[in-house]
């Protein structure tokens, strides 16, 4: 018979066993699109229908990550929602997506660690009877995810960490969803940086760093000069620097970026919405980092050592 000492033995001997582990594991998730329909434009939902399975099966694949490959977060890179807000059907702006993710968040049995995309600040409406995307409310929307989905309690760019054996790996979140949609003909650049404040804080984490690889995780793949703002905040690390990316939705690479710093990979995953399989395991050890492929098998098939050159 199990008493409640043994039972509580056996707990400690199974926590034991779990910071003895010689590994840690997580999955990046990216491009969840979740919807909650009430009370939005019936014509909005029917144009945005190819997502609306994404609520009832994240719900279900956050227990599976847990369960059955013992993940201990999910890694999510943006467009964690459709739409921030959303056109109702007599005008009015229907809110409530943000508070739905933020309510799987709490149910979730593994930590989340998620990133704004550009879905995620923006508001959809009908503009001559088509879907219209305006980002002109993006701060009333950043408000709403730090108020309400715990990973943003200190702000929508942040940092956390990860230890294995005697390597410390430095996870940080990016910010560079918006870039300035506005439902009218005169279309501007985009904003594609990642903006003065961000990049010194990225560029000062790196400084105060040096000595942990680097997990960094964006919505949009950054190009040209956000590209170049990553490089140079990077200066002159020694181990090795991952970037995890969504937004293009079906691609999936992992691919060495050209910087003078130590080895620096993309990792682009594709869009969980599209296919509830598309998610990516991943696995951190003391002097290494494994992928494994999208596509729901989890078997591990690149190893990136953790050194320089």
Known sequence: ???????????TAAGARAAAAPFRDFV?????????PA???????EARRHFAH????????LKAFRRDWRAEFAFLTGDLVDV????????QVVTGQVEEFAKIAAASPL???????NHDVQHYGLLEGKVAADQSNVEEAKAAWIRSVACFRHGTYYAFHRDVGKTRWRFLMLNNG????????????????LGRGQADWLAGQCRRYPEDPLVLGAHVPPRDGALAEIEQALGERRRLTLLFTGHIHESNYVRELPFR???????????????????????LWEDRLELAAPGGRGEFDRELPIESR
């Open 39 to 45: 009370g939005v434009h019936p014509r909005l939902l």
């Open 54 to 61: 994404t609520r009832r099966t994240l719900p279900a694949d």
């Open 84 to 91: 921030y807000s959303f056109e109702g059907e007599r005008r």
């Open 1 to 11: 018979m199990t008493t409640r000492r043994s039972f509580l033995m056996g707990l």
């Open 261 to 283: 710093t130590a080895r620096a990979f993309h990792v682009a995953t594709p869009a969980y919405a599209t296919r509830a399989s598309q998610f990516r395991r991943v696995r």
């Open 178 to 193: 918006f870039y300035g949609h506005l439902p009218a003909a005169v279309q501007r650049a985009p904003e594609r940086g």
């Open 111 to 117: 930590e989340l660690y998620a990133g704004l995309g």
């Open 28 to 36: 990046h998730v990216t491009d969840t699109h979740l919807i909650n």
